[in-house]
């Protein structure tokens, strides 16, 4: 079993529309969580921590199911702009390097 | 601060001949990580650093590869020799290791392609 997994989708959604997308893990210690996105042709950029209490960030909001080890993450009003491959990033004490474990990441289309 | 800086952006060699990628980490950053991104295969770890000391290289392809931290501000990842294969882009990462919550940041990249 892998240890972080996503549905690679692709997502196709229509511009305004809300998407959400989930990304499991297998460690039951994972500590940290984060969602990073990734343009075509472009390095991996951080676009939220993921908080115990689950988080917001304008348009975003990240959530965290401990009992069921997953995160998601939920877009609203979608924008052209938002087109992507989104990743999730797990970590763990303990764990080399902190444990830092990618999904494969989830691939976002939006259309207008 | 400038964040993970690499060089160069783009390389196109001839396979056969040596390619050297260089990083410089985001100050105060206690990891450093080497990453090759491919279609096929996705983001791959190849070795991270801790404190200048190569930790885990598990993920090195083969001998033909090679990294070096001779400073915290410095690292390179040789290929020698290179081969068509290789082409990909390497990601060069940074993470401050005194906090778990801290993210990684990653720097361009260097497209690398071998003919």
């Known amino acids: 079993r892998k240890e972080v997994e996503q549905d690679p989708g692709p997502f196709n959604v229509p511009e305004g529309a809300t998407v959400a997308f989930n990304c499991t893990y297998s460690n039951s210690a994972s500590q940290s969580f984060f969602w990073y996105r990734q343009d075509c042709r472009k390095e991996p950029k951080l676009l939220m921590s993921?908080?115990?209490s689950g988080n917001e960030d304008g348009r975003f909001t990240a959530q965290l199911n401990r009992a069921s080890q997953y995160i998601s993450l939920l877009i609203r009003d979608s924008k052209l702009s938002d087109s992507a491959t989104y990743l999730c990033?797990?970590?763990?004490?303990?764990?080399?390097?902190?444990?830092?474990?990618f999904g494969k990441g989830t691939h976002l289309i939006i259309q207008p | 601060d400038a964040g993970v800086i690499q060089s160069p952006r783009h390389e196109v060699t001839e396979m056969g001949q040596e390619v050297t990628l260089r990083c410089k980490p985001i100050?105060?950053?206690?990891?450093l990580f080497w990453y090759r991104q491919t279609m096929m295969r996705g983001l791959e770890l190849l070795i991270y650093f801790n404190n200048n000391v190569p930790i885990d290289d598990s993920g090195m392809p083969e001998d033909r590869f090679s990294a070096k931290m001779p400073n915290a501000s410095f690292s390179t990842l040789k290929i020698q020799p290179s081969e068509p294969r290789d082409s990909a882009v390497y990601f060069c990462a940074s993470k401050d290791r005194r906090r778990l919550s801290s993210p990684l940041h990653f720097g361009n990249g260097t497209r690398l392609t071998v003919t």
């Open positions: 990033v797990v970590t763990y004490s303990g764990g080399g390097a902190d444990g830092l474990t």
């Open positions: 100050s105060g950053h206690d990891y």
């Open positions: 993921v908080y115990s």
